[in-house]
């Protein structure tokens, strides 16, 4: 969040094909399609033909598959464009999250994974670091939905990975994934390197589920991630948010980024605490099949959904534009970490 005064390839796609288918600044809250970034047609680990689905759709967190042939999806790499604000920092950590999230049979535990980790001359000890990308399995696959800053200052950054999983353990296909909070330092020039990993940690599922909950989860319109549906599953997400994403998702067709978990504990750069880990605030790398990211999506289309937010009663609005008007004066904002994505922020 920002402080109180502060799925096919596309011509601009910064994100790879999902699942089942943002100068020194105030940084704050920190999305991207499978349609954001250029694909080769390579994969991403293991690999046997299976197309993954919809990513309009969205696809419960660890659901076993039983499968006679154990078939894991067929990926591609997610790489970022032009479009993006520091577009080296991006790519640097998007290749780490897909060299620890995937491997061949063979290829499993963590001292493989330190292996991986260091052909990409990266300290080895980031695989320690790497959480639930490391599940216990034969073969995995990841495939990277989306890339979005959750801080871009001078030389240091967050970019909030959100990867969707897919793993096979015997004839068991089960799908996953997580939200990867990777933490860079600018070196020399324009050269980044990963300094730390900070997996989500969404905790466990409330039960009963709440009203809201089954609602949000139900929305055909609404698409979340597998950490942010997590979140939303554990019951620590405020009423308020779940009701807000239910009546946007009444007007347009929302992509969630980062809800709670996954996100830095503080506004990135500061000591003052984001409102994200405390459930209140959420981001959405894409709006009606557009990319916030994407220089082609309708400003109009940005601002209309930035000022319903508003209206749905985010004191905390921000994106790609500095939008003027709002119930306080500083409803709205707008700076590189937020080119990609748009931040909507609640007190309660």
């Not at 670091?129 to 200052?153: F, S």
Request: glycine fraction near 8%.
């Amino acid at each position: 969040m920002r402080p109180l005064n502060a799925p096919p390839p596309h011509p601009v796609a910064r994100r790879a094909l999902l699942l089942g288918a943002t100068a020194a600044l105030t940084a704050t809250a920190g999305c991207s399609d499978t349609t954001t970034g250029t694909t080769t047609g390579t994969t991403t680990g293991a690999t046997t033909g299976t197309t993954p689905a919809d990513p309009a759709k969205s696809t419960p967190a660890a659901t076993p598959t039983p499968s006679a042939t154990a078939a894991l999806p067929r990926t591609t790499p997610w790489r970022p464009t032009s479009a993006e604000n520091e577009p080296k920092a991006k790519l640097r950590a998007v290749q780490l999250v897909e060299a620890l999230g995937a491997w061949r049979s063979g290829g499993s535990g963590k001292a493989a994974a330190r292996t991986r980790v260091t052909a990409l001359h990266l300290p080895a000890a980031l695989a320690d670091q790497a959480g639930a990308l490391l599940p216990a399995a034969d073969e995995a696959v990841v495939q990277v939905v989306d890339a979005q800053y959750g801080g871009l200052l001078t030389d240091t950054a967050s970019v909030l990975v959100v990867c969707r999983q897919w793993t096979r353990r015997g004839s068991t296909v089960t799908a996953g994934g997580t939200t990867v909070d990777v933490r860079l330092r600018r070196t020399s020039g324009s050269v980044w390197t990963v300094t730390a990993l900070h997996p989500a940690d969404p905790g466990p599922a409330r039960k009963p589920e709440a009203k809201d909950v089954r609602e949000v989860l139900a929305a055909s319109r609404l698409t979340l991630p597998p950490a942010a549906e997590a979140d939303v599953r554990s019951g620590r997400v405020h009423a308020t948010v779940l009701d807000t994403m239910l009546g946007l998702a009444r007007t347009y067709r929302v992509d969630i980024s980062v809800i709670r978990s996954g996100h830095p504990l503080d506004v990135f750069g500061t000591t003052r605490p984001s409102d994200h880990p405390q459930g209140r605030a959420f981001d959405v790398w894409r709006i009606d099949g557009h990319p916030v990211v994407d220089p082609d999506t309708p400003r109009t289309l940005i601002e209309g959904f930035m000022r319903a937010a508003a209206a749905a009663g985010s004191y905390n609005v921000g994106g790609p534009i500095h939008l003027s008007g709002g119930t306080t004066p500083n409803q709205f904002f707008s700076d590189a970490t937020h080119h990609d994505h748009v931040h909507v922020g609640f007190r309660t």
